[in-house]
């Protein structure tokens, strides 16, 4: 009994119905559907045939919803099988150029390595132009906001807002 408890209080904070939570919800509905029955008896009033059926329609609804997602789990599942297995398939016959091309690109640079490279070359400093055609940092146009004049700092506050109103 001890263990299903840990078992129920752990499968509260994991996601999805887990069979714990789905036992222990199913244990709760058939324990309140029992106690209806006994209240009915004990009162004949028409409200516990309500609330009866009520308890019990949510009873099926969580039921079906815990089926669906796990339906929706498995499918999923079934779907990350077949990727990986084409993937492997795709890699299979890929494995022998990729490492013709990793053999090929040892020796080359990489982007990064190239911009980084034109930044610091000396003959592009001297002629002030790069050896792409891409802008460098200096080159960019950059435009800057125009300041209106105000109190503001840059800080989007409301308060400094309220201050200006309040001024006025």
Same mark, same amino acid.
């Given at each position: 009994?001890?263990?299903?408890m840990e078992e #129920? &209080?752990? !499968? =509260?904070?994991?996601?999805?119905?887990?069979?714990?939570?789905?036992?222990?919800?199913?244990?709760t509905f058939a324990a309140l559907q029992l106690l209806f029955f006994v209240l009915l008896l004990a009162t004949?009033?028409?409200?516990?045939v309500v609330l009866s059926?009520?308890?019990?329609? #949510? &009873?099926? !609804? =969580?039921?079906?919803?815990?089926?669906?997602?796990?339906?929706?789990?498995?499918?999923?599942?079934?779907?990350?099988?077949?990727?990986?297995?084409?993937?492997a398939e795709?890699?299979?016959?890929?494995?022998?150029?990729?490492?013709?091309s990793v053999l090929e690109s040892v020796d080359s640079e990489t982007e990064t390595e190239s911009v980084v490279a034109q930044k610091t070359s000396p003959s592009a400093v001297a002629t002030g132009s790069a050896a792409s055609?891409?802008?460098q940092p200096g080159d960019q146009d950059t435009k800057r906001r125009v300041s209106n004049g105000g109190d503001s700092s840059g800080y989007g506050s409301t308060d400094s807002e309220w201050e200006k109103v309040e001024d006025n």
């Open positions: 009994m001890a263990s299903f #129920l &209080w752990s !499968s =509260i904070f994991t996601p999805g119905p887990t069979p714990t939570l789905l036992i222990a919800t199913n244990a004949y009033s028409i409200h516990f059926f009520l308890s019990g329609g #949510l &009873w099926y !609804s =969580i039921n079906w919803f815990a089926t669906e997602v796990r339906a929706v789990h498995q499918a999923q599942e079934a779907e990350k099988k077949a990727q990986a297995e084409a993937e795709t890699n299979g016959s890929d494995s022998r150029r990729k490492k013709d055609g891409r802008l």
